[in-house]
C-alpha cells in the first residue's frame, strides 16, 4: 500500500507543498481561517508600561518559549551550579511571555534576572541561532532579553539593593567601587601606569577598565609596557570614566548613556580617534552599546590589544623569548568568545610564548564555561559566582595543570579566589606575554599580593565588592 | 494551585523539617515556570497549571521526607526532572508540590570493572558522556532530547532511544534504582535485589512497572546504568528517493538485514521532505524529485561498521536509493538533536512566518501498517489546517524501535500557533490527537512509543488499549498509593479511588 494518492485530488491541502513557494497553489492563501486573528494582541491606544514593554519582546521570547528545547540549560553557568529552572535562560523569555500575557508582573520577576552573567552561552547553544538562525536572519537574544528586563524594572522602580548602591557610588566617584572601603577617584585612576611616562590624549588612546586600573594593575602595566616596546604610538585618557557599561548591564540605562557620552566627548577633546581596548567588557559596551546611543556619530576606532598584539607578533614586531616554564590552560573569557567569537588570537599569542605546556580545551566546549564575574552577578549574588569559578577551575584542575590563563581582568579575582584552594594560579595573558618578552611588570595582582580587597558597607550592613573576599 | 493559605503555611512549616528555605520555592514566577513542558501548551490557561510550591531535594532522604510529609497532609506531588517530556507528565493537574530532583546530579560510583555507573537521577545525558569519555565509556540513550533531558525522567517516562536497536532503550540500560513509593517509603527496585545485576527471575519483575508511570507511582532517585565501549565508528549514510514506497521498502530491509552494528533507521516521509525544503541549510538544493529519505546509523569498531556498511549500502542501491554523500550524511546525524523542530519553521498556508511549537504524536506501529496509519495522520491535520493556520503539517519520521524491524517508532510533527490558541482551538488539537490515537490502535500499534499518553485526548483511550491490563493499573495505583499523592489527574488513574476526585 502506498502512503499517498495523488490521482483524483484537487484539495491542494491534501498534497504536501512547502508553504510560501511561488509554484503554490493560488487557493492556499485563500482559505477562511477559523481561528487565526490578524493581531496577536490587539493594538491598544494607550499602552501601559508593561504593554509596551512586551509589544517590543513578545516574539523574540516567543521563538524561545515556543521551541521549548531547553538546550540552553547544561551551558549556562548559572543553571549549572543552582540548577533551578526559575534562572534557566528559558525561564527568562518565558516570564516575558507570562507578562504578555498578563500572569507575572516586573515586580515578580525582576530579582530572578539578577542570575545570568551575560555570558551568551545560550544563545550560542540555542537551535534557532544555530541551524535556521542564518537563513531566517534571526538569533536568539536572551542577553538583551535580561538586559532589557533589568532596565524594565529601574525604570518601574524595583531595584536589587546591592545594585542600587553600586551604581550610585559608580555614579559618585566615576569609577566603579572596585576596592571597597578604599576610595577609587578620578585622581586615582591613572596610578597604575606610575613610572611608565604616558603621555594624555593623542590620536590613540588606552582604555583601563576600573577592575583592572585599580585592583588588577599589573594587567594594563603589561599592556602599556609591550605596547611601549613594540613602539606602538598611545596615550591615557585626559578624564576617563568608567565605560558604562556595568550600568547598562544592571539596567541603569540613563547612567550608562551619561557616562558614555562623557568618554565619547573627552576622547572628542582629545582628537582622539582610536581606543585600545584591554578588557572585554569595555570591548562589549564600546562596539555594541556606544553605537547604539550614538548612532551615525559614533566615528571611532575600537582595537582589542589581544587581536593587536597576535597581530604585532604575526609581524614581527614582538617576539616573545624568554621561557615560561608553566603547565597552563586558557580560559576562554565569555565576551570575547561566545559573545564577539574571538578565540583564535589568545591561542596564537600563547602558542607564540617558549616554555609553556598548553593543554587547550576547544573553544565549543568552553561555552559551558564562565567565571561568574559578569553581568552585576558578583555584586548582587557574590556566593554564586564563587561557585561558579569553582566549577571552572576544575575543569582546570582536571588537566592538571598549575596555571589557568585568562584574558579578562573581571575574570581573575574570582578565578583566582578559587585557584588558590586547588593550587592553580590565575594569570593574565598580557601579564605572560610581558614576562615572556623581558618585561618587569610591576604592579598588582590585586587579592594577597598587595591591594586591599576589603570591603564597603552599605546601608544595611550588607558587603559589597565582595569579590576580594 | 489549590490551597488555601492556611494550608499552604502547614506545608511549607513542615518541609521545613527535612528541607532548607532555599529549597522550598514558592514565588510566583518559581511556580509558573513549573507549569509547562516544551508541548503545545494552553497559554490562555496557563494559570490552572500551577503548583502550589516547588521543591529542590539533594538527596534520596529529603525526597522520601517530602513525599512523606505530602502524603500525611494529603497534598499532590508533581515528579519533574528535565521537564522536557511531550505528554505533560511533569505538568501539575491539581496543584500541589513539584518535587524538581534536577540538583541530584552527581556521579556516585563508576565501576570500569563491571561497566556501569551510579548517579542522581537529575544528570543529563550529555554531561555523563562528558564525563564517561575520559574512560572510553558511553551511556548510549540517546533521545531527541539528548542535550537536556534527565536520567530521572528517563525513567519515569520509559524513554525510547534513537539508537536502541543496538543498545536498547532506557529501560534495558538502567539497572536498577533507588525508588520514593507515594507514602515516603524508599525501595530498591531492579532485577532482584541486586544493583548491578542485568537478568533476576527472582520474584515479580517489577522494574518495568516502576519505569513509564509518570510519576504516578512515586520517584527515582538515583540510578545504577549499563555501560558500553565508547563507539570507535559511526557511519550514518542518508539516502534519497524519488517516492516513498521505495523508501518505505528500503527501511524495512535493512533493518530486516540483521546487521549487527545497526543502531537505527529513519524514513523520512514526502511531508517531511517538504518541511524541510523550509530551511535551505538542510536539504535544499536538493532536486525536486527527491520526495523521500532514509537514514541508518551503525555503531562499532571501525572493521565491523564498514563491512556492515557495505551490506546495506548494498541493499539501499537495490531499492533505488542515491547516497547523499559523507558531508550531508555526517552532519545531518551530527545535528540530528539540534535540527529537529523549530519555531521558526512555522508557516501560514500562504507562506508567512509565524512562530510555532513543535508538537510530536507518536506511535509505536508495526512496519506493515506504517503507510496506512501515516496516511490517515496526515488527513487528520489537513483537516486542521483546512480550517486554519494555527495547525501546521510538519512531515513524519518512521524510526526502528528494535534490531529486527518489527516495529516504529512513527511521529507526525505538527506545528501550532501557540499565541493564536483558544478554547476552539485548543478543542480542534484535543479531538485531533484522540483521532490521532484512535488510528494507531485500529492498526494494531500502541498509542505512544516514547513520549507516554496522558494528554488530554489520547488518554481518553488508554482503557481501550489496555483492555483489562489498565484495570490491574487502576487496582495497582490504589494499593501502592493510597491518597492519590503521586501525579493525581494523570492517566485518568483517579478513577481508582471510587469516582472520588481528589
Redesign the interface.
Known sequence: ?????RQGTS?P??V??????RD?PEE??L?P?????EH?VPPSDDPTPTEQFTEQWR?AS??C???????C??VCPVTQVT????W?PT?FH??V??MD?G??TIE??AA?YVNCTQCGACEL?C??S???????R?RTRTVDVVKAVRAFAVDSGVHQPQWRTWNARTDERTHEPVLGDTPVSQDHVRDWSEGLDIPIGGETVLFVDCEAAFYRTSVPRAVAQVLQLAGYEFGLMGEQWCCGGPAAEMGYVDQAKRFAQHNLDNWRSTGTRRVLVLDPHDYISFTEDYPKYFGDDYDIEVVLVVELFAQLIREGRLTPSVPIERSITYHDPCRLNKRKGIWKEPREILRAIPGLDFKDVDRVTQWSYCSGGGGGLPVEKPDLTAAISANRIQKASALEVDTLVSACPWSERPLGEAGRSESIDVVDIHELLAESLGIVVGGSRGGADGADPSRVETANDEPVGKRGE | MTLVAERLDELVTALRTVLRDEQILTSKPDRYNRARVPAPFPVHRWSERLPDLAVLPTSTEEVAGVVRIANELRVPVVPSDGGTGLTDGAVPLHGGIVLDVKRMNQIKELDLENRTVTVGTGINMLKLNEELARHGLFYPDDPASYPCSLVGGRIGTSGWSLIGARYGHTRDLVLSFDHVLPTGEVMHVGDGIGRKISKSSSGYQLKHLFMGHQGTLGVATEATLKLYPKPEAELSPFWAFDNYDDAYRCVGALARAGVATFAGAVLFDEWKVAYLRRDDEAYIPQPADVRALVCAVLYGYEDEVRVGGKRLFRIAKEHGARYLGDEISEGDWAARHDRYATPLHGRTKAGQVVPMSWHCEDAAVNYTNLPAVSKAWHEIVADLRRRTDVFDDWGMFAYTSADTGVDYLTEIDVGIWEQQLDDRAWEMWVKAKRDIAAVAIAHQGSISACHGSCREGEVDLVPEELGRGYGVMLDLKRTLDPNNIMNPGKYLLDQAYDGSQR
Open positions: 500500500m502506498t502512503q499517498l494518492d484539495d491541502v491534501a504536501p507543498f512547502t508553504p510560501g513557494m503554490n492556499l492563501a482559505i481561517d477559523e481561528i487565526a486573528r496577536v516574539n516567543y521563538n518559549f515556543s521551541s521549548g528545547h531547553k538546550f540549560r547544561e540548577r533551578n529552572e526559575s534557566t525561564a518565558a516570564n511571555v507570562a500575557k500572569e507575572l515578580d520577576v530572578d547553544r537551535p534557532n544555530l541551524f535556521t538562525g542564518d537563513f531566517y534571526f
